[in-house]
Nanobody
Framework: QVQLVESGGGLVQPEGSLRLSCAASGIIFSIYTMGWYRQALGKQRELVATITSGGSTNYTDSVKGRFTISRDNAKNTVYLQMNSLKPEDTAVYYC?????????????WGQGTQVTVSS
C-alpha cells in the first residue's frame, strides 16, 4: 500500500518560511519523480515543483528563487523549503509521486497540508 504523508504546514506571516516534508512508503522511492502541488480555495490544483530520480528540479515561475525542492532517498522523504512567503502562496499543498512505466503513468498523492500566509 502506497502512502505519502505530508507535514510541516501551518500559519506563517508574510516573508516568513516553512519547510514541508513528505514521507513515502510502499514504493521504491528513489526511482520516482517527486513533486509538490498546491490548490488554493476555488482554484485548480497547480504544479509547484518537481524533482526527478536524478535530482533535476523544476519550478513554476511564481516560486522560483523562493522555494527549493529536495529529496533524501535514504529517508524516503521529499522536502519543500519555502522562503519569502506571500499571501498568494496560501493553499493546501500536496505531495505527489509519479513514474512512467511503458505507456502507463503511476501517480500517488498525499492527503495535503494547509499553508496559510497571513499577518
Amino acid at each position: 500500500q502506497v502512502q505519502l504523508v505530508e507535514s510541516g504546514g501551518g500559519l506563517v506571516q508574510p516573508e516568513g518560511s516553512l519547510r514541508l516534508s513528505c514521507a513515502a512508503s510502499g514504493i521504491i522511492f528513489s526511482i520516482y519523480t517527486m513533486g509538490w502541488y498546491r490548490q488554493a480555495l476555488g482554484k485548480q490544483r497547480e504544479l509547484v515543483a518537481t524533482i526527478t530520480s536524478g535530482g533535476s528540479t523544476n519550478y513554476t515561475d511564481s516560486v522560483k528563487g523562493r522555494f527549493t525542492i529536495s529529496r533524501d532517498n535514504a529517508k524516503n522523504t521529499v522536502y519543500l523549503q519555502m522562503n519569502s512567503l506571500k499571501p498568494e502562496d496560501t493553499a493546501v499543498y500536496y505531495c505527489n509521486a509519479h513514474r512512467l512505466i511503458g505507456a502507463t503513468a503511476y501517480h500517488y498523492w498525499g492527503q495535503g497540508t494547509q499553508v496559510t500566509v497571513s499577518s
